[in-house]
């Protein structure tokens, strides 16, 4: 009996990296609104708080679904190896990333905190959300677009009427 | 010595005693706070090795749900660092 350990079989792109990227570009919809927040109530210094804090929140999800990517193409093990240890060095870098800037002239830090909390939870609601849609009504999922000047497998004229 | 003296000046300063308090209440909430995720995320990932182990074609699906239950998880580990931040330097 041989314990190699099998890739996963997964088409396409890594799933935990395509969700961190749909929640990257869903950030950016958030920034107006904790841009404006921020500004009612912290001022300039609340705004580049805020910003920060959603770059930390960005950066953690995406290097955290790198270390699984990597690990999912290694074998299963790994890939639960590279999600307790991704934990601990991802706590230990933000720590450090708010630790660097907290005595700096432009950061408040109750923004910077709420801002870490919100919109980390806002992102994976709203990413719950299109996922269990996703799942539930497989139809809807958009599909990736073909190309129309790639030839397919089952075409033989594979130039585009205008 | 120098922590001796510390803690006989700090046993008749207020200010010090608050400063300690501060720093021991912060340091224990990231600790706890740290410690359910972990646990947390333990067992999620064991679970969704297993279901992956069993059902290799659904690899995909359990992986995508494994990094959401992950993001969540960790969303407390967030919460104790924030009041971490909050109690020690606000």
Known sequence: MTDVAEPLAVDGPPPAWAVAIDMAKRSVWLLPVLVIVSAAFWGMDGVLSSVYALGIVICNFLLAAWLLAIGGRIGPAVMGGFALIGFLLRLGLIFIAVMLVKDAAWVELVPLGITLVVTHLVLLFWEMRHVSSALAFPGLKPGPTPNPYLPTPDSSSTTPTA | ?90
Do not use: W
Request: glycine share 12%; proline share 3%; net charge negative.
């Open chain 2, 1 to 90: 010595m120098s922590a001796l003296t510390y803690l006989a000046e700090a046993a008749v300063d207020p200010k010090a005693q608050q400063n300690i308090a501060a720093a021991s209440g912060a340091g224990i909430a990231y600790g706890l706070a740290a410690i359910g995720p972990a646990l947390g995320i333990g067992y999620l990932v064991g679970q969704a090795v297993q279901a992956i182990a069993r059902q290799p074609e659904s690899a995909g699906q359990v992986q995508t749900t494994m990094f959401l239950g992950i993001a969540f998880t960790e969303a407390l580990a967030l919460i104790g660092f924030v009041v971490f931040i909050l109690l020690k330097f606000v």
